[in-house]
């Protein structure tokens, strides 16, 4: 499916996030390395992706021979210095404002002039990424959700000094790749939508902790009295406690809002490591499931 507009795609970080943005770009028939610092990282990275191709031939939604295809457009390295010919760059690395800092500060020396910088963070603002870089105007964020695959949303996020044509290039890839944009113009922590999720899951541990209502009821609230898919605790679990605990962290020292300070037991399911499905315990049992 490589076409005229094909653009090399650099993706940094081969964890869930990483190697999702790097599956549907090679579906969309851009060449794609993928660079992670250990050779593990990377193969886990990739059998991800072949069993989320597979598991979209057996639906009939992708062609054996296009997803085949597909991952022969991807190439895995260690090395950073494969930046070097990528048009974008889109960072999914460790959701700390330092570990991103330290890979645009890189990127910076390393990625031609002119590729886009994007980075896939939730709730880091922009701006203070840009500032690692000499190049701030080509810093833009990228925002995916989980499972890349699937979601249609992407979150196009301008910093202070991001240019127009960074973000009509960001819209173009986003596009390009099977997704619904929406922007945000202010890079305000947390942007729009973990900004909300955040607030909402955040009160919904509050009133899980005090004893105002059960997990099951929080959630049941949410869905059946508010239209949500999904109640706060459960999205909370699937996304990650200490992911949302991060984004709360990173919201709440940006702006000083109560709102988003983090509850007790957020933190404290995080030291136990009840991290959600991805541990087999959050708010909710899933062991056995």
């Known amino acids: 499916m490589s076409n005229a507009s094909s653009k090399q795609i650099a993706v940094i970080g081969a964890g869930l996030m990483g190697a999702g943005i790097a599956q549907v770009s090679a ?13 593990e990282a990377l193969q886990r990275g990739l059998a991800g992706i072949r069993a989320s191709y597979a598991k979209f031939v057996a639906k009939g939604r992708l062609s054996a021979e296009d997803a085949e295809a597909a991952l022969g457009r991807i190439t895995t390295t260690t090395d950073l210095g494969a930046v070097a010919e990528a048009d974008i ?26 590729a886009v910088l994007a980075s896939n963070t939730s709730a880091i603002p922009i701006t203070r990424i840009a500032a690692a870089t000499r190049r701030p105007e080509s810093v833009v964020g990228v925002h995916f959700f989980s499972p890349v695959p699937l979601m249609k949303l992407v979150e196009l996020v301008r910093g202070y000094k991001t240019s127009d044509e960074t973000l009509a290039a960001a819209r173009a890839f986003a ?21 909300l999720i955040t607030a909402l899951v955040v009160e919904a541990a509050k009133l899980y902790e005090s004893g105002v209502a059960t997990a099951e009821d929080i959630d049941t609230a949410c869905r059946l009295g508010f239209g949500h898919p999904m109640g706060p605790l459960e999205t909370a679990d699937l996304t990650g406690v200490d992911i949302l605990l991060h984004a709360a962290r990173n919201i709440y020292e940006e702006t000083q809002d109560e709102k988003f300070a983090a509850p007790e037991i957020m ?17 909710y049992p899933y062991e056995g499931k």
């Open 89 to 114: 760059v889109v960072e999914a690395v460790f959701e700390q404002f330092e570990v991103k800092e330290a890979v645009f500060r890189e990127l910076d020396k390393l990625a031609k002039d002119g």
């Open 267 to 283: 933190a404290r399911m995080v030291t136990a490591g009840d991290l959600g499905r991805k541990s087999g315990r959050g708010f």
């Open 27 to 39: 579906q969309a028939g851009h060449p794609v390395v993928l660079r992670d610092v250990t050779e």
């Open 175 to 195: 596009e390009g790749v099977g997704k619904d944009v929406v922007v945000v113009n202010r890079d305000v922590a947390g942007f729009v939508t973990t900004r």
